[in-house]
């Protein structure tokens, strides 16, 4: 029987399949359930400043509308986005502290850093509580329209390089696509001391219902489509950094995971595929890797990984092809 | 309510009431300008514990009574929490009738000469004065006329004991002496029960003792109304935790029929943020504590403050004012206030912010904390800040505070005094398992009778509405009382 045994972020995992940062990594009782279907680690639910202030704003909404709660001059209210971000933290500390308590698989912990320094700070106390690795979800807004790509790019690296400087335990970082030169990105995250990256975020998006004339929210949940972008980032960045790569969005299948490893990702982090067919599935998708790795003959998963990856590949243009010219021509 | 619309109309409908109205033309009550509070030399009063607004001299509580048009309609009522005959009482200081203008007040008030100085009236019975309201000018000061009339009781040495019904023998509890608790207990003693105050500290007054300091409030004022309750059969009893030195069992086991619960919001808030643990950073609550009950100023005492150079307070209520204004009077040179937003979000009263400025308390507004450091010792020597500026408006309308990247500098500080809030007190919840409390720590009750989950259990002030003017809480003391009397009486004829 293949062995599955993954390093990751200089972690041990039993197999490659990670439970992404989401609702389902958000109990220990949960979490408890994912080890016990066969998840090699997880990745705790990120705590996210927008969240927070949402929260602040429905407790404040709350607290006026109560007959009896004082908010006139009340300095608790003024800061209660404050004491609600510390109740989230110290709530996420003991999660991570629980967590560890319970189960054996490592258990990363997500910090959402889009914004202030002080979230950065959190990521000693996250260290303290018994963390296994950190992952920082990193999105800065591009909206500031006077800071050019390079402005916006270096707060990255400032963030990692920070963080780097005042921890100890593996730090990867989770990034969007969105970035002119995608490729150098990830190798400057490198520079700066990430020791992984996860490749890669995915936004809520929008929709438009057009019998009911209004705009709503697109399916959160991804499609196995979606995992084409990852493939070919990982592909192309397999063999030009030395980092750890995450395989993340579109993963749906013991076939997807496969895929991503061929092409040179560490680890493939299942999260939609699990919310829609239950933590059951997990097995199913180690179960496929484990039968095909014996099919195939390969006893170690070192010995397919990056095999497919851009310069491994006898056709690599195929991953730098963006355009259908060709495809397209050759349709008679 | 139409029994009290009834009452003051008949009030109001008296001869010497008709007299005084006659006697000047409203036009020129409203020409009048409104008389202002004296006040120490900021100079002098940023050295000392002396109060800083000196009060009203006779004849300018008297002009100033004299604005009052005596309105058919007081909406002024309207707007205190513990429903005083505002024109009742500045008509009496009209006619020069101060001792019966203090009766007045301590009909629905055990507390005049308390709110009189730390009442948000600007807030409250001022907001909804006549002036204000219709005429757009600034409001009779009634809170100045209060606070007149009991200084003028007190000082005339005639302090009337409120008359209170014969002692019917029936134990009641009030837990906590702060004005929630005070007021509770003046009520229940008025109705004739035996009534014994529960106090944790050493001192009688909670957060009137610990928490205002003197040049706000003077203790002795404090005292001399609690000596006034205890001359109405009142006992009290200091050092006294109820769920840790006495369990509810034990003084229901002892004969105590109803408890008022009146424990405040003493819990204090921090920030979480790196170094927030270093010697030299206290609460407000310990600071104040410390300085206001435990003569921490004077460094012969036990438990001293070390009177920081530079003083970091952080936050911009109420508590983070009276914090700066007494690192100030501790010898400070900079005592500053940081605070996340700027002037016009602070939920600080106007009049404190002005007091501070006059006092020279250095405002660095749209800064946060991001982190303490400390010398060798573990004393906190400096903190770095942050720049913020104002965001979009959250759901109370006030701009958010946003960080401004890469705007961090240093600032050297030798005593820091956190003042981000405070959270009800958990003793009370955690010793009653069967007490409902909201996600916010406060006890449920019904607003009407401030009655909790548990039937002989009553409550009020801060451990209810979470932080609350000392007015607010003492209109629960009296809604509680009343509530508490009713439950008494009604259990006695079940039986």
Known sequence: ?332 | MENIIEYLKEERAQDWRNELRKGMKAKERTSRIRVSMPEEDPDVRNKSRIEVNIGLAAENAVLEAQRCIDCPDPTCITGCPVGINIPKFIKKIEAEDFAGAAVTLKETNALPAVCGRVCPQEKQCELNCFYTVKLKKTPVAIGHLERFAADWERNSGQMAVPKTEKLNNIKVAVIGSGPAGLAAAGDLAKFGYDVTVFEALHEIGGVLKYGIPEFRLPNELVDTEIEIMRQMGIKFKTNFIVGKTASFDDLKKDGFQAFFVGSGAGLPRFMNIPGENYNGIFSSNEYLTRVNLMNAADPEYDTPVISGNSVAVIGGGNTAMDSVRTAKRLGAKDSMIIYRRSEAEMPARIEEVKHAKEEGIIFMNLHSPLEYYADENGRVNRMKVQKMELGTPDSSGRRRPVPIEGSEFMVDVDTVVVSVGVSPNPLIPKALANLKVTDWGTIVVDKDSMQSSIPEVFAGGDIVRGGATVILAMGDGRTAAAGMHKYIQEKIKAN
């Not at chain 1, 029987?1 to 009782?29: C, H, Q």
């Not at chain 1, 006026?64 to 110290?90: A, N, P």
């Not at chain 1, 067919?277 to 097995?283: F, K, L, V």
């Open chain 1, 1 to 332: 029987m293949a062995d599955l045994n993954t390093k990751y972020l200089g972690l041990t995992l039993r197999n490659p399949i990670v439970i992404g940062s989401s609702g389902l990594t958000n109990s220990v009782k949960d979490i408890v359930t994912l080890e016990q279907k066969g998840a090699g680690a997880v990745v705790l639910k990120s705590i996210f400043e927008e969240q927070i202030l949402l929260e602040a704003d429905w407790r404040m909404k709350k607290a006026e509308e109560d007959g009896l709660l004082y908010t006139e001059y009340s300095e608790t209210l003024d800061y209660i986005d404050v004491h609600i971000k510390e109740k989230e933290l110290t709530s996420y500390l003991d999660l991570i502290r629980e967590a560890k308590s319970k189960v054996m698989i490592p258990v990363i912990a997500s910090v959402n850093a889009i914004s202030s320094l002080e979230w950065i700070s959190f990521a000693k106390q996250i260290e303290e509580a018994g963390a296994d690795a950190l992952e920082l979800n990193i999105f800065v807004m591009p909206f500031g329209f006077d800071k050019t790509c390079t402005d916006n790019e270096q707060t990255y690296y400032n963030i990692v390089k920070k963080v780097k400087s005042i921890v100890n335990i593996p730090v990867s970082v989770k990034i969007s696509p969105y970035f002119s030169n995608l490729g150098n990105v990830i190798m400057k995250l490198e520079e700066n001391g990430a020791d992984g990256v996860v490749l890669f975020n995915r936004f809520a998006s929008p929709d438009i219902d057009i019998n009911k004339l209004r705009v709503t929210s697109a399916d959160v949940l991804s499609t196995p489509p979606e995992m084409a972008n990852t493939l070919r980032w990982v592909a192309i960045m397999a063999n030009r950094v030395n980092m750890n790569l995450a395989a993340s969005t579109g993963v749906h299948d013991g076939e997807a995971v496969i895929k991503q490893l061929l092409a040179g990702a560490t680890i493939a982090q299942v999260t939609s595929a699990i919310y829609k067919n239950g933590p059951e599935y997990i097995s199913k998708i180690v179960n496929f890797l484990s039968d095909w790795m014996d099919d195939k003959g390969f006893n170690y998963v070192d010995q397919f990984r990056g095999r497919l990856s851009q310069a491994s590949t006898e056709n690599a243009e195929v991953y730098e092809r963006m355009q259908f010219m060709r495809y397209f021509s050759e349709i008679k």
